[in-house]
């Protein structure tokens, strides 16, 4: 049993590139989200997902795009890199109690 | 939207002291968890409480949602405790995280 794994752990890009950040669980969790650590300002929501095929924004959703084609899955997508997108960002499943993954480092030049 | 304020942002403490982590919550929520961020960057769940109080081992927790605020209490503090607590609420299907209290134990 794996819980919430993320991938990759570390990325680095530059400017204008795309990237897609992933996460999977396998609990049969409903509810996943997706959310940026950046210092001195918690973790802040990105988007979430009640369900397949059902996605919303969070506090900070501009700049990125989620879908949620099964339940297992919820890739976040970075279409065109700015470095404001540097941070920590952390997938999580369900919400009772939430199970987080070990979080994916992206540097953005 | 709700926000969600935890004091103090710091502390540091000797090895053995007791300590009180505040979370305060603007409007009606329906849970709130508590978070240990370990210096590792991992996110553990600490508690599930929604309202009144829980207990495991040194560390206890309790919510006044008629009043809203949550209170997480470690006792004879110890350097694994370091790093940063979070409380996050639940409200309309959005998790709000505060901005955590970073805890430093001096051995």
């Known amino acids: 049993n794996a819980g919430v794994t993320q991938t990759p752990k570390f990325q680095v890009l530059k400017t204008g590139q795309s990237m897609t950040l992933q996460c999977a669980q396998d609990m049969n969790h409903e509810y996943m989200s997706w959310y940026r650590q950046d210092p001195g300002m918690g973790l802040r929501l990105i988007h979430y997902?009640?369900?397949?095929?059902?996605?919303d924004q969070g506090e900070v959703p501009n700049g990125y795009n989620v879908s949620r084609s099964t339940t297992e899955d919820f890739p976040l997508r970075l279409l065109s890199a700015a470095p404001s997108q540097t941070s920590v960002y952390f997938c999580a499943s369900t919400y009772q109690p939430q199970h987080f993954g070990d979080g994916t480092r992206l540097s953005i030049l | 939207g709700i926000q969600v304020e935890q004091s103090p942002p710091d502390l540091i403490l000797q090895e053995g002291a007791n300590s009180t982590l505040r979370c305060n919550f603007s409007d009606s929520v329906n849970n709130l968890q508590w978070f240990h961020q370990n210096p590792w960057g991992q996110l553990i769940n600490l508690f599930y409480i929604p309202s009144g109080t829980k207990q495991n081992g040194r560390l206890s927790a309790t919510t006044v949602a008629t009043e809203r605020y949550s209170l997480l209490y470690i006792s004879s503090s110890q350097t694994t405790d370091s790093g940063v607590y979070f409380c996050?609420?639940?409200?309309?299907?959005?998790?709000?995280f505060g901005k955590g209290t970073r805890l430093h134990i001096l051995p």
């Open positions: 997902s009640v369900g397949a095929g059902i996605t």
């Open positions: 996050a609420v639940d409200r309309d299907d959005k998790i709000i």
